[in-house]
């Protein structure tokens, strides 16, 4: 059974930091890409970041460039996004996603296969 499993989602200040994990089981991680995606009230689903873990390709968009990065360990399945700087407009539920990679620098136009339930992140001004 393939599983997504995010954590570290909480209530944070603005200017604050916090580390999302994504936990990822039943399938071949390292032929995968992971993304990240964020969707606030009210507000469309947003792609936020992505790695290909068979490269170690990085992707991020504008609005989290320079504040977030997304990182994996292969040993563990696990992926991570650091996130700094966090910002009132950073406030959503956050999403990791994957689908079979490697992806390139448009890798937000792809459909992911699988998802996990989300968690939540809140930040205060």
């Known amino acids: 059974e393939v599983q997504l499993v995010e954590s570290g989602g909480g209530l944070v200040q603005a200017g604050g930091s916090l580390r999302l994990s994504c936990a990822a089981s039943g399938f071949t991680f390292d032929d995968y890409a992971i993304g990240w995606f964020r969707q606030a009230p009210g507000k469309e689903r947003e792609g936020i970041s992505c790695i290909s873990t068979s490269d170690g390709g990085t992707y991020y968009a504008n609005s989290v460039k320079g504040r977030f990065t997304i990182s994996s360990d292969n040993a563990k399945n696990t992926v991570y996004l650091q996130m700094n700087n966090l910002k009132p407009e950073d406030m959503a539920v956050y999403y990791c996603?994957?689908?079979?990679?490697?992806?390139?620098?448009?890798?937000?136009?792809?459909?992911?296969?699988?998802w996990g339930q989300g968690t939540q992140v809140t930040v205060s001004s």
């Open positions: 996603a994957a689908t079979l990679g490697p992806l390139g620098s448009s890798w937000y136009l792809w459909g992911f296969d699988y």
